[in-house]
């Protein structure tokens, strides 16, 4: 059963509009939730983490318990923020990534 | 700090051949990921293992894939015999603690003919 999804593979926002990544996950234990992004030609790195609660070059991520939703949102895209992302559920004794959305920032 | 080193970074090669991915993680991380990914199903975990021990391979998909960890610098991810559906790119990550966020090598991109 897929863990986490992402229901979108491919998205595309002007540059100055909002995006929002959705990601939703299959656990019924305490999850810990991340977003991680692969930028082109770069390693898959961490973008945040939902214990930490921070803002990271403009994005956030609130962890809904109750719809088991952790997207990813940013107010005002910008052209930098064109990358894959993807989600991951750490249930404490597996890794779970979901199939990651391409979003393309257009000018 | 060079971050988690894979090699090699990139690999041609005919089916049946065997194919040898190397993975060097960060030093002082006790655990370590091997990953595949493909345009159709993302990211997917391969096996992990926590000090040199493997924990979890329930991700490899058959039993022409194995991995070994005979020290904590280094892991390999073999396939033998390799065929044209293995093409994928491997990415190999460790982290210091399961709880804490994993670091990515390059990977590595394989191809299969």
């Known amino acids: 059963a897929q863990r986490v999804t992402q229901p979108e593979k491919l998205l595309s926002v002007f540059k100055g509009a909002p995006v929002e990544l959705k990601c939703n996950y299959s656990?019924?234990?305490?999850?810990?939730l991340f977003w991680y992004v692969q930028y082109s030609r770069q390693r898959l790195q961490l973008l945040l983490r939902?214990?930490s609660r921070e803002s990271i070059k403009g994005f956030t991520a609130d962890l809904n318990k109750g719809e088991t939703s952790f997207h990813l949102k940013k107010p005002f895209a910008q052209e930098e923020d064109s990358a894959m992302y993807y989600c991951?559920?750490?249930?404490?004794?597996?890794?779970?990534f979901g199939t990651g959305t391409s979003l393309t920032v257009i000018p | 700090d060079a971050g988690v080193i894979q090699s090699p970074r990139h690999e041609v090669t005919e089916m049946g051949q065997e194919v040898t991915l190397r993975c060097k993680p960060i030093?002082?991380?006790?655990?370590l990921f091997w990953y595949r990914q493909t345009m159709m199903r993302g990211l997917e975990l391969l096996i992990y293992?926590?000090?040199?021990?493997?924990?979890?391979d329930s991700g490899m998909p058959e039993d022409r894939f194995s991995a070994k960890m005979p020290n904590a610098s280094f892991s390999t991810l073999k396939i033998q015999p390799s065929e044209p559906r293995d093409s994928a790119v491997y990415f190999c990550?460790?982290?210091?603690?399961?709880?804490?966020?994993?670091?990515f090598g390059d990977g590595t991109r394989l191809s299969i003919l």
């Open positions: 990550a460790s982290t210091v603690a399961w709880n804490q966020p994993q670091h």
């Open positions: 656990y019924s234990g305490s999850p810990e």
């Open positions: 939902h214990i």
């Open positions: 991951a559920l750490n249930t404490g004794n597996q890794f779970y």
């Open positions: 030093s002082g991380h006790n655990s």
């Open positions: 293992f926590n000090n040199n021990v493997p924990i979890d």
